[in-house]
């Protein structure tokens, strides 16, 4: 199994970028698909994006769509949600989560194991 650990969180202003890491302990990290998703205050947990094992293939929500790119190392067992033209509606604690598989997985009750999340906050 894998413990994802996401950092990188931070205060951006609107416009600005931000890039997210998840560390994944574990020597099969290569067998997982990662994702990472976002749950707002009051709102729902929500799919932002996801790849598949090798990186080959990757899956994004419609509201982040040619803003977010999501990427993995694998020799260092780690994935990245790079994030830019931040938006106030960007604001939310953003979850990693790993689904073993090999396949694409883009729905949160597919995945099997999920960091602690971290805080991005954008300001106007």
């Known amino acids: 199994q894998v413990q994802p650990v996401e950092s990188g969180g931070g205060l951006v202003q609107v416009g600005g970028s931000l890039r997210l890491s998840c560390a994944a302990s574990?020597?099969?990290?290569?067998?997982?698909?990662m994702g990472w998703f976002r749950q707002a205050p009051g709102k729902e947990r929500e799919f932002v994006a996801s790849i598949n094992w090798s990186g080959s293939s990757t899956r994004y929500g419609d509201s982040v769509k040619g803003r977010f790119t999501i990427s993995r190392d694998n020799a260092e067992n780690t994935a990245f949600l790079q994030m830019n033209g931040l938006k106030p509606e960007d604001t939310a604690v953003y979850y990693c989560a790993a689904k073993a598989g090999y396949s694409i997985y883009y729905h949160r009750r597919e995945y099997d194991f999920w960091g602690q999340g971290t805080q991005v906050t954008v300001s106007s």
């Open positions: 574990g020597r099969t990290f290569s067998s997982y698909a």
